[in-house]
């Protein structure tokens, strides 16, 4: 389980920090649905505990994630598609912007 919560730490570290248009969806919903397993198998066999809880709320915030930046990842979308984003998300982005990350997505709360 501190191995597990370790690891994961690790990996969305560098996942938040990369720039968005090279994100690798399909890479972290793996990752996710992996950990995700990993938490499932805990709580069925370790009493309740904060590291566990802890683990479980990470893994679920970046699934929670997922569908919507794999959207956005989305290579057929035409100008007028971002602009109608933008406007239901409520915040002018770009995400070409080098600036522009994975945790900038996850804290305008998109999905």
């Known amino acids: 389980m501190w191995r597990s919560l370790r690891e994961w ?6 996942w938040i ?3 968005f248009a090279n994100i690798n969806a399909k890479e ?4 996710a649905d992996q950990f995700s397993k990993i938490c499932n ?8 505990n904060p590291i566990a809880q802890k683990l479980k709320q990470m893994v679920d915030t970046f699934k929670a994630a997922m569908p919507v930046v794999t959207s956005l990842r989305n290579e057929n ?3 007028e598609h971002w602009k109608e984003i933008k406007e239901l998300i409520g915040y002018d982005f770009d995400i070409e912007d ?3 990350t994975l945790e900038s997505l996850i804290k305008l709360n998109a999905q």
């Open 9 to 14: 730490e690790e990996r969305t570290e560098g």
């Open 17 to 19: 920090k990369e720039k």
């Open 28 to 31: 972290i919903q793996g990752k």
């Open 41 to 48: 198998r805990v709580e069925k066999n370790l009493p309740p």
């Open 77 to 79: 979308l035409k100008l």
């Open 98 to 100: 080098e600036n522009f």
